[in-house]
């Protein structure tokens, strides 16, 4: 039976403290150099372009753009930290849950939500919400962990006649898997949920909401590695892809 607590999934306590310690003020590594700037080229914002910001953290993607914009988080501490940090006059960051009814109100032009989708619950709900508050031909970006790929705890590598193989299992079944915060610190360790789908869920989601995907890209890691194993490793990275970006488009 899976989780119906909406508040498990809110990155709150040592869980937030862990996501904002990993993520860091300007974004994680991966934010820097393959997530944030392939979403700023997938949504091309015009300047007069309002974004709507799902699961926005402490407000990584805000603090890049200068466009009308609005982020949406469940967690206290993460909107506190995006408020404190963003000092942008047309930047604005509310506490709700993007998979309910949203007590929010006007039309946007742009929609984007980053490795975020996969940490809540009803997915659909917040495409839903999207469906709503986007414009007609309005555009949506998604940045997920690659569904296909980077499935917690069902996902691994092994070696094999000197190659990187990645191991998958459950990839067609919907999951709930509990994340630990601190798994060697039982003291302070909380427990939040990660949430897969396979592929077609996702198109389903959208094409449910009114919504076609325009396109679909696989972003690898550019990192490389070091040592007797750097070869097989920058190999295996450079054909397993990290995220999944879909951008999408609501039907008139």
């Given at each position: 039976?899976?989780?119906?607590?909406?508040?498990?999934?809110?990155?709150?306590?040592?869980?937030?403290?862990?996501?904002?310690?990993?993520?860091?003020?300007?974004?994680?590594?991966?934010?820097?150099?393959?997530?944030?700037?392939?979403?700023?080229?997938?949504?091309?914002?015009?300047?007069?372009?309002?974004?709507?910001?799902?699961?926005?953290?402490?407000?990584?993607?805000?603090?890049?753009?200068?466009?009308?914009?609005?982020?949406?988080?469940?967690?206290?501490?993460?909107?506190?930290?995006?408020?404190?940090?963003?000092?942008?006059?047309?930047?604005?960051?509310?506490?709700?849950?993007?998979?309910?009814?949203?007590?929010?109100?006007?039309?946007?032009?742009?929609?984007?939500?980053?490795?975020?989708?996969?940490?809540?619950?009803?997915?659909?709900?917040?495409?839903?919400?999207?469906?709503?508050?986007?414009?007609?031909?309005?555009?949506?970006?998604?940045?997920?962990?690659?569904?296909?790929?980077?499935?917690?705890?069902?996902?691994?590598?092994?070696?094999?006649?000197?190659?990187?193989?990645?191991?998958?299992?459950?990839?067609?079944?919907?999951?709930?898997?509990?994340?630990?915060?601190?798994?060697?610190?039982?003291?302070?360790?909380?427990?939040?949920?990660?949430y897969h789908y396979p592929l077609s869920a996702f198109s389903?989601?959208?094409?449910?909401?009114?919504?076609?995907?325009?396109?679909?890209?696989?972003?690898?890691?550019?990192?490389?590695?070091?040592?007797?194993?750097?070869?097989?490793?920058?190999?295996?990275?450079?054909?397993?892809?990290?995220?999944?970006?879909?951008?999408?488009?609501?039907?008139?």
């Open positions: 039976m899976w989780n119906n607590d909406s508040s498990k999934t809110a990155w709150k306590g040592n869980v937030g403290v862990w996501y904002k310690k990993t993520v860091g003020i300007e974004g994680s590594y991966y934010h820097q150099h393959v997530i944030l700037p392939n979403t700023l080229r997938l949504l091309n914002l015009q300047p007069e372009d309002k974004v709507l910001d799902f699961g926005c953290g402490q407000g990584v993607l805000g603090r890049k753009i200068e466009n009308e914009y609005l982020g949406i988080d469940l967690s206290v501490d993460l909107i506190k930290e995006a408020k404190s940090l963003d000092k942008n006059p047309k930047h604005s960051y509310v506490i709700d849950d993007v998979c309910k009814e949203l007590k929010i109100y006007g039309i946007f032009d742009k929609g984007v939500m980053i490795l975020a989708l996969q940490n809540v619950k009803k997915p659909f709900g917040a495409i839903k919400n999207f469906a709503k508050l986007l414009k007609s031909d309005g555009e949506l970006v998604l940045v997920i962990n690659h569904p296909a790929f980077r499935i917690p705890k069902h996902s691994d590598w092994e070696m094999k006649e000197d190659k990187d193989v990645r191991i998958i299992d459950s990839y067609m079944s919907p999951l709930e898997i509990p994340i630990e915060s601190s798994p060697f610190d039982k003291k302070n360790n909380q427990i939040s949920f990660s389903e989601m959208l094409f449910n909401n009114g919504f076609y995907i325009e396109k679909m890209e696989e972003w690898i890691s550019d990192k490389k590695s070091v040592g007797g194993r750097a070869k097989i490793e920058d190999k295996a990275r450079a054909q397993f892809p990290l995220f999944l970006a879909i951008k999408a488009i609501k039907n008139g």
